[in-house]
């Protein structure tokens, strides 16, 4: 599996910390022991693969040596997480980055004319990886992203693990006179993080499986994985996130 290296450019995301790092680390790993069984990649078809939010490409780099057949593809909406993304490209790859390589982008907000071109539509798997909890209506962007993967295509999100919305006094789910509920989450639900970003501290395993199947996926595949990975955030930061925080979920959806 290719590393992310050292060097880090001032203002950048924090991949410089150690505890960053570490669950950088955790993430590779266990994306590499569990690809087969959790992105359904066939490896003799020539995969296309989104790495949607890619930052430096933690999720490309763990797979680019396994698949060699695939071409990766990222979008971020930060120009500095894409310049990144590209150089670890170069350095994993050399001259040969046709196979890897991202510009700036944003799904969340609807489509723009940059990435309406075929290019960027019937992806065999996406993979979102610590970014839902970034966007406001995580449900909107599932069904984006949806749109831009083939029939059978595969999403794969990594996030934090948090407590149950009720579980913490707030709204996170609005009941209709039925008594069904959507996962409609309310933005004041979100916490601040350092750098004045508003995020949401982590999704229970019940929020995926009901946003998965309102966004469109087969019920039947979603996937939902706890497996204990967990890394240890800073006690000063602590105070921004709840407990619960600080585990690892994975999940996967078929189209
Ligand atoms: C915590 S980083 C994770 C990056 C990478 N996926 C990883 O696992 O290391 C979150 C990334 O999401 C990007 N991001 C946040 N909101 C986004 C959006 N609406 N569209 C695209 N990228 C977004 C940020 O610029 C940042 O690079």
Redesign the pocket.
């Known amino acids: 599996m290719s590393t992310i290296t050292n060097h880090h450019d001032h203002g950048d995301?924090e991949y410089d910390q150690a505890w960053v790092q570490d669950q950088?680390r955790k993430?590779q790993q266990y994306i590499a022991d569990n690809k087969a069984s959790l992105l359904a990649i066939d490896e003799s078809s020539s995969p296309r693969i989104l790495d949607?939010?890619?930052?430096?490409g933690?999720?490309s780099l763990a797979l680019l040596d396994a698949y060699p057949s695939a071409t990766f593809r990222g979008?971020?909406?930060?120009p500095k997480?894409v310049e990144r993304y590209n150089s670890e490209a170069q350095n994993a790859l050399g001259n040969s980055q046709s196979r890897m390589w991202a510009k700036v982008g944003?799904?969340?907000e609807g489509s723009s004319k940059e990435l309406d071109s075929d290019e960027w539509f019937n992806f065999d798997t996406i993979i979102m990886?610590?970014?839902l909890h970034?966007?406001a209506d995580p449900l909107q962007m599932l069904v984006n992203l949806k749109k831009r993967l083939k029939s059978g295509g595969t999403l794969v999100l990594?996030e934090w693990l948090g407590a149950k919305a009720h579980d913490h006094g707030k709204h996170g789910h609005q009941h209709d006179h039925s008594g069904a509920h959507s996962h409609q989450h309310a933005p004041a639900d979100m916490i601040d993080a350092p750098g004045g970003q508003k995020i949401w501290p982590g999704f229970d395993e019940s929020f995926f499986r009901e946003v998965l199947t309102e966004a469109g996926f087969q019920k039947a595949s979603i996937d939902v994985r706890v497996p204990g990975v967990t890394f240890t955030i800073p006690e000063e930061l602590m105070q921004s996130f709840h407990k619960g925080v600080n585990e690892l979920v994975f999940v996967k959806g078929v189209v």
């Open positions: 995301f950088v993430i949607y939010a890619c930052g430096h933690t999720i979008l971020d909406n930060h997480q944003d799904l969340y990886s610590m970014a970034h966007v990594v």
